[in-house]
Structure formats: C-alpha cells, structure tokens
C-alpha cells in the first residue's frame, strides 16, 4: 500500500511538469490543460490558447470576415449573428442549412436592405454607412423629440426607421450606459441591430467617453458572449483570455494564462480538480471568514441560472434580467 | 436633462382628445417637470368601467430614451398591479420600452392592460390566483375596489367631509387630506390622527 500510495504521487508530479513545460516554450502562445474525467472515461485532448489585447481584434476580425463573407452582409450584422450565436460557427453554418439564410438572420434582429443596395455594399470589408434616400420634403419630423429637422440632420437604419442625429446620439448614450452592445432601433417594436458605424459616429462627436466604451463593449463581446473563452481571473487583470476549443458541454477543466495564473474555465475559480465546481462553490463559501456576507447574499439575492451572478431585487416589478440577457423569476 | 421641449408637447397632445381618449397628464401639485400625475378612465364592459385611476409619474434623467416610472396611486385589483403599493408589470415600461412610445402611448396602454390582464405573467399572485380559479369572485371584487377607491362623485366626498368634520377636524384639513388619498375615508381617518 505505501508503495502503492508512492507511485500515484510520482505520477502525478511528472504530470504536472509536463502540462507546465510546453506553455512556457510556446511563449506563451498555447498550454496544455489537465482534464478531469471519470475513471472509467479516456482523456479527451483539448487544445487552448490564450488571447492578448493585440490578438483580439484580430481573431474576431476573423471570424466576423468569414461570415460577412459567406452570407453577403455588412460586420455589424455580422456580429450580432456571431453574439447571437456565442461566436459559434458550426452553430451558424448549421442555422443557415436549415432555416435558410433570411429566416436566420431575421430571428437574430437582422434587417437586410433592398437586393440592389445589399449587392453593392456586401463585398465592402467596412461598408459605408448608406446616405439617407431622397425624401420629396426638405424637412423630417422625428418622432421621438417631434421636431421639425433638416434631411441631413437624420439617420436612417437598415430597418429603414429615421429619427434625427440628436435622437439617435442620446439613444446610443443610454444603450452604451445601460451595459447593452447591440444597440436596437429605437422604434416601437422593431428588433433591428443599429449600424455600429453610425454609432461611433454620432456618438464620437458628443460622448467621446462613450464611443470609446462602446468599442470596447464590442471587442470584449468576442470573450464575454463566447462560449468558448473565458478572462483571465488574475488581479490586477493581466488583459488577456483564454480560448478553449473541443469538447462540449459540461466538464471539470483547468486552464493556465502565460501570466501565470491557473484556473477553472467553468467557474474562473482557482483550479480545484478533481473536485466539482458546485462543492468548491460550496467549500470556499464555508472557509471564508465573511459568513455574515454570505449569510447576507443567501437571504438577499438569487443566482442567475445563466452566468451565476447574484442579484438582489428592490422594488419593482417581479421581473429581473440580468445583464447577461437571461430574464429571471 | 429631461427633454423638456418633448414633454410639453406631450402634454398638449395628451390633453387635447382627453374627453375622447380618457388619459390625461398633469403636473404633480405645481412639481417640476419630471413629477406628473395621469388619470386613466377605467375601460368600458370591464369591472373598472367608471372608476379614474391616478397614477404616479416620474420621468428620469435620460427620458425618452429611458423609460418613464410609473405606479397607480389609485387602488386597484388587477393582476399585473400590486394591490398593495400599485407597482405595474407591463412590458413597455421596462425592457421593452422604446423613445418612440410617449405617456399617451403608455396610459393606453395601461388602459389597455385592465381590458385585457395577463395572469400567467402576475404582479400580484393573490389576485392572478384568484382571477384563474375564481373569475366571478375577481370580478366582484375588481368592482368593489372600483366603486371604493377609484370613483369619486361630489356626493360621496360631500358626505365624506361631514363625517370628518363631525369628528371635530377643521373643514380645510378635511378636503385637503381627502383629495391627497383620492377619496378614501379611512386611510384620510388615519392621516388626520396621526397628523
């Protein structure tokens, strides 16, 4: 038995070196990662990487090109198929078989303009935003400040809504500072994805502050809206992430950053194989020294089932969304 | 920060078919902008029908591009509305409100909304339960409310004042806290004793 007890040890060690080996060889570009299975299951390879500040533009760009590419459409629709799609492209080449390509996009809050438009702008990387059509009068109402506006003062969507520039920077302001990336149409009912372009625009010669935030929003959406990638949990936030791919559904995994910091990709907890993310959860709340806030957020908040969040409800409806699009009880 | 010019605007459009529509807006006791108080008539063929709701309103900071808050000051038994503090659950005041829609827009729809409640999506689970299980109790009671708290015929007050007034409260006092509770004697008998 104490021979036994020896060898798992050894084993284990051995182990532990070579997953921490060819991380630092790479440079930093790639680490291996242990994967937790039952006994009886086989290891499943999974391949991981990490994402930089620098790399990031680039990746998504990637992906947003590919399906720019592929479905004739401008980037900022083609972000809100990737968001609505957690950046999954099996998941869209997969809508697109079976529901077909307008039906998909509809369902994502896609409008597509006319054909003839939608040809001439569909092979432009960065697609100009289209001028507004000729209008038989000089002036506009906007609906939303019921003022009388020149025809140049106003914005015009894909969904084909038009409200004057003022309207639509103070729309975009309010979406920015209420967490949303996919900035909606203001008209009553409509779905449609504003022109992030037009958004940057507008809101750059006003909200400078808010431009900025919002372009941010958007890169980090590749991380925070993608199944497959996850921040590094490290403070202060060393600004990269880490992409993992193969492998669905749930399991154990721990994943290492090249800054050094090691963690669970399902729960960003420290690394804690072989046990369960839930009984971690569990232990660590046990251990802390703040069982009066624990106590506190037990009695006060509920979890979102999507992201885990806690979140505490005063006043109000009974209706809670989280900002990570789930809506609650 | 509130649109100032928008709201007056609709203000006068709100008022001007109000006989018609059967919304109105106004200023909240001479409050700024942003404080109003709307009257909703309540809907014909419904338990509502003669009662006029009030309601609070209270414009943010971003308004039109947030979405207004409002809470009924009337009570009222309805599903989607808290019977105990008028909290409303309607979709176009919260995420699905749009700088499009304006407070005419929202008290139709309120108005709307006691036409046509939604009691699997409940504010108020003891009224939704009993809506779904016991109409006819639920409709008696919506009326009750209605006839209760929601109309306010000069008769009524007139007879409400002098029962105030017999209990030795000064006239003034009377009708100034009458009208702050919509009518209603008792909560105005517990305002004046602890006032």
Redesign the interface.
Same mark, same amino acid.
């Given at each position: 038995m104490s021979s036994d007890d020896e060898e798992c040890f050894y084993d284990y060690e051995e182990e532990e070196e070579e997953e921490e080996e060819p991380g630092w060889d790479d440079g930093g570009g790639g680490d291996t990662m242990l994967v937790e299975e039952e006994a009886a299951l086989p290891e499943r390879p999974v391949d991981c990487w990490a994402i930089t500040e620098e790399s990031l533009p680039a990746a998504q760009q990637q992906d947003l090109s590919m399906v720019m590419n592929l479905l004739y459409i401008k980037q900022h629709q083609a972000r809100a198929l990737l968001i609505h799609h957690r950046w999954k492209m099996e998941s869209i080449l997969d809508h697109f078989d079976r529901k077909g390509r307008d039906r998909m996009l509809r369902e994502t809050g896609v409008v597509i303009q006319q054909q003839a438009e939608e040809k001439n702008g569909g092979g432009m990387a960065m697609a100009a935003s289209p001028s507004p059509p000729p209008r038989p009068r000089s002036s506009v109402t906007c609906y939303v400040c019921f003022e009388d506006v020149s025809s140049d003062a106003v914005s015009t969507m894909d969904c084909g809504h038009c409200f004057c520039n003022d309207c639509w920077t103070e729309h975009f302001f309010a979406c920015v500072n209420g967490g949303q990336k996919q900035i909606r149409c203001m008209a009553v009912g409509c779905a449609a994805v504003c022109d992030e372009d037009v958004a940057q625009r507008l809101l750059g010669g006003r909200y400078p502050g808010a431009a900025r935030r919002l372009r941010g929003a958007l890169l980090a959406s590749y991380v925070e809206d993608n199944a497959a990638a996850r921040w590094c949990p490290s403070a202060p936030h060393c600004g990269r992430a880490v992409r993992v791919d193969g492998g669905g559904g749930r399991w154990c995994c721990e994943v290492s950053c090249p800054c050094g910091a090691s963690f669970c990709f399902g729960c960003a907890a420290p690394a804690h194989s072989p046990c369960p993310c839930a009984m971690w959860e569990r232990w660590e709340a046990k251990c802390r020294g703040e069982s009066m806030n624990v106590d506190w957020i037990l009695a006060n908040t509920k979890s979102c089932p999507k992201c885990s969040k806690p979140i505490e409800k005063n006043g109000g409806c009974n209706h809670v969304r989280c900002k990570c699009g789930q809506c609650l009880w | 920060m509130v649109?100032v %010019?928008?709201v007056q #605007?609709e203000l006068t459009e709100c008022n001007r078919d109000r006989e018609v529509s059967g919304v109105s807006i106004a200023l909240h006791d001479g409050s700024t902008i942003s404080h109003l108080t709307g009257t909703i008539a309540g809907p014909q063929g419904t338990p509502y029908e003669g009662g006029t709701f009030v309601i609070d309103i209270r414009l943010p900071g971003?308004y039109?591009?947030?979405p207004p808050k409002m809470q009924f000051i009337t009570k009222v038994w309805h599903p989607n509305i808290s019977s105990q503090n008028g *909290?409303?659950?309607?979709d176009i !005041? #919260?995420?699905?409100w %749009? @700088? *499009? !829609?304006t407070l005419k827009t929202a008290l139709l729809s309120l108005q709307a909304l006691l036409s046509a409640p939604a009691p699997d999506d @409940?504010?108020d689970a003891v009224v939704a339960q009993q809506y779904l299980r016991d109409y006819s109790t639920f409709s008696a009671t919506a009326r009750y409310w209605t006839e209760a708290f929601a109309k306010n015929s000069s008769t009524g007050m007139e007879e409400k004042v002098q029962k105030l007034v017999e209990m030795g409260f000064p006239e003034d006092m009377v009708r100034s806290v009458l009208k702050s509770v919509n009518g209603d004697e008792n909560m105005a008998l517990e305002k004046l004793c602890s006032g």
């Open positions: - | 649109d %010019s928008r #605007k971003g039109p591009f947030e *909290a409303i659950c309607l !005041l #919260k995420d699905q %749009s @700088p *499009a !829609l @409940p504010q």
